[in-house]
């Protein structure tokens, strides 16, 4: 019974902590020992591991998609002629 | 600014979800950071930028669209932000085939707070702190967003997308 509720506590310690795990956004890092527990819990919780597969899964994805999310040569030239145009003005 | 503006297309993209709002977008936002350039300390450029962006899409979203749907609800036809697509390698074309309509599905059905937040961190690469100069809000308030609608979206991938891949869940 006691070890069940430590299992349960431990997967949501983990899963509290998993989006900042595998972001490791700068805003938001984890301490080094919170990273070890993180990793040891889920060398050992298939479940919590099967979870940090799918947000990967899901990740990649996504990545996919920035390929295919790409102004086109045209926008890219017209806004830096923008830009250019603005120097041009600003130097005259 | 110029190594920026593929960035701030790419932004203004996933908020407005037209190339052409997009380009109205970044050329508004490039005049008013110009005009305001010496006003700027010369740190955190991006950040500077993406705040100047928010603000100018504001004021055209509100130029633009007086008629704008504000119920989530009412968005669940509605199709995630795409550009034109790029040929890809065998290798992804299969995880693509599988995954792309269920995926597009789901991040469609989000609400659309989640959905740019997704949107914004996980296919334009935007950090925390961008995403959230980006939209206004905390970066506590991104990451929570972030989660709840990469949660939601997993889950209707686990439900709908498990029994097709090979090493699926156990």
Redesign the interface.
């Known amino acids: 019974m006691i070890s069940g509720v430590q299992a349960l506590l431990a997967c949501h310690w983990s899963a509290r902590r998993m989006?900042?795990y595998l972001?490791a956004?700068?805003?938001?890092p984890l301490r080094p020992a919170e990273v070890r527990r993180l990793e040891a819990h889920l060398a050992r919780c298939?479940r919590c591991a099967?979870l940090a597969r799918?947000?990967r899964?899901?990740?990649q994805?996504?990545?996919?998609?920035?390929?295919?999310?790409?102004?086109?040569d045209g926008?890219?030239t017209?806004?830096?002629g923008?830009?250019d145009q603005?120097v041009r003005d600003?130097l005259a | 600014?110029?190594p920026e503006?593929?960035l701030?297309?790419?932004v203004a993209?996933?908020l407005t979800g037209s190339?052409a709002d997009?380009?109205d977008a970044?050329?508004e936002t490039?005049?008013r950071a110009?005009n305001a350039v010496d006003s700027f300390d010369g740190a955190h450029s991006r950040a500077w930028l993406l705040t100047i962006l928010r603000r100018t899409n504001a004021n055209l979203h509100r130029r633009r669209r007086p008629d704008v749907v504000a119920e989530p609800g009412e968005c669940s036809g509605a199709r995630?932000?795409?550009?034109?697509?790029?040929p890809?390698n065998p290798e992804?074309q299969i995880?693509?085939t599988i995954?792309e309509d269920t995926?597009e599905r789901a991040v469609a059905r989000l609400d659309p707070r989640f959905r740019t937040v997704?949107?914004l961190?996980?296919?334009?690469?935007l950090?925390?702190?961008e995403a959230?100069d980006t939209l206004g809000v905390p970066?506590g308030t991104v990451?929570s967003r972030?989660?709840r609608a990469?949660d939601r979206?997993?889950r209707q991938?686990?439900g709908c997308g498990s029994d097709n891949r090979s090493g699926g869940?156990?």
């Open positions: 989006q900042r972001d956004d700068p805003s938001a298939e099967q799918e947000h899964l899901l990740r994805s996504l990545l996919r998609w920035s390929d295919r999310h790409w102004p086109d926008s890219l017209r806004m830096h923008v830009l603005l600003g | 600014m110029e503006i593929g701030l297309l790419r993209f996933t190339w997009a380009e970044v050329q490039l005049v110009w995630p932000a795409f550009g034109t697509a790029r890809l992804d995880v693509e995954l995926l997704l949107l961190v996980d296919v334009d690469q950090s925390y702190a959230a970066v990451m972030l989660s990469r979206v997993r991938l686990r869940r156990q």
